[in-house]
């Protein structure tokens, strides 16, 4: 079989999944909630911590903001009426207040792994990056068609992002650079790689796809 499958899963079942289903396919629930929400959890006050629905609200005004361009943040929380040319064309209060939200973000963790005792500006993102490489590929089989190429993570400020590039030839020519690869069948991607350079900690072994270029 060359086409794209999930490992148990029949086209039907798969058709009708919910879309919150569909994201848990292709992302493992637990690394949400026993590193990110418990990881929030211990820097935040008892009477603020977040349950596990929140922070899926939470991720999905997140990831609905990343597909708007052209608005300030707090646009989206405004009490203002929207008018044809001012305002931003969704508002999220009765979902979420601006400050829970901000609160959520200013608190985010990605890791419960302590800092290394050698420099390694990725440190925080590693365990996630990983978590997700293995989870697809024990849960995503690609077609015999698949594309590999270099993304763009867009980050705007070089000072407050480790290893910032900027690539003239790139649509989003600022932030994080990833060596990505994706099945051309079905259009998901199922596995990243940081492109370190010279920032790459000597410590911390090359991974075996490196070694073969």
């Given at each position: 079989?060359?086409?794209?499958?999930?490992?148990?899963?029949?086209?039907?079942?798969?058709?009708?999944?919910?879309?919150?289903?569909?994201?848990?396919?292709?992302?493992?629930?637990?690394?949400?909630?026993?590193?990110?929400?418990?990881?929030?959890?211990k820097?935040?006050?008892?009477?603020?911590?977040?349950?596990?629905?929140e922070?899926?609200?939470?991720?999905?005004?997140?990831?609905?903001?990343?597909?708007?361009?052209?608005?300030?943040k707090?646009?989206?929380?405004?009490?203002?009426?929207?008018?044809?040319?001012?305002?931003a064309?969704y508002?999220?209060?009765?979902?979420?207040s601006?400050?829970?939200?901000?609160?959520?973000?200013?608190?985010?963790?990605?890791?419960?792994?302590?800092?290394?005792?050698?420099?390694?500006?990725?440190?925080?993102?590693?365990?996630?990056?990983?978590?997700w490489?293995?989870?697809?590929?024990?849960?995503?089989?690609?077609?015999?068609?698949?594309?590999?190429?270099?993304?763009?993570?867009?980050?705007?400020?070089?000072?407050?992002?480790?290893?910032?590039?900027f690539?003239?030839?790139?649509?989003?020519?600022?932030g994080?650079?990833?060596?990505?690869?994706?099945?051309c069948?079905?259009?998901?991607?199922?596995?990243?790689?940081?492109?370190?350079?010279?920032?790459?900690?000597?410590?911390?072994?090359?991974?075996?796809?490196?070694k073969k270029?």
């Amino acid at each position: 079989n060359n086409r794209p499958s999930i490992p148990g899963l029949s086209q039907n079942a798969l058709f009708a999944m919910s879309y919150v289903g569909m994201f848990f396919m292709f992302f493992p629930r637990s690394f949400i909630k026993n590193i990110i929400v418990a990881g929030i959890n211990k820097r935040v006050e008892i009477q603020s911590r977040v349950i596990f629905g929140e922070f899926l609200r939470w991720l999905g005004i997140w990831l609905l903001l990343s597909t708007i361009a052209g608005y300030s943040k707090g646009e989206f929380w405004s009490d203002n009426k929207v008018g044809r040319k001012e305002g931003a064309p969704y508002c999220f209060n009765d979902i979420m207040s601006g400050r829970r939200f901000d609160e959520i973000l200013a608190n985010m963790v990605y890791t419960d792994n302590s800092a290394p005792s050698f420099r390694d500006r990725f440190w925080e993102a590693r365990q996630m990056i990983q978590a997700w490489n293995d989870w697809m590929s024990k849960n995503f089989i690609p077609s015999w068609i698949n594309c590999l190429d270099k993304s763009m993570s867009i980050w705007h400020s070089r000072w407050t992002c480790p290893r910032w590039v900027f690539c003239p030839r790139k649509p989003h020519p600022f932030g994080n650079e990833y060596h990505t690869i994706c099945c051309c069948m079905s259009g998901n991607l199922y596995r990243v790689e940081m492109v370190e350079g010279k920032d790459h900690p000597k410590e911390i072994p090359a991974d075996d796809l490196d070694k073969k270029g």
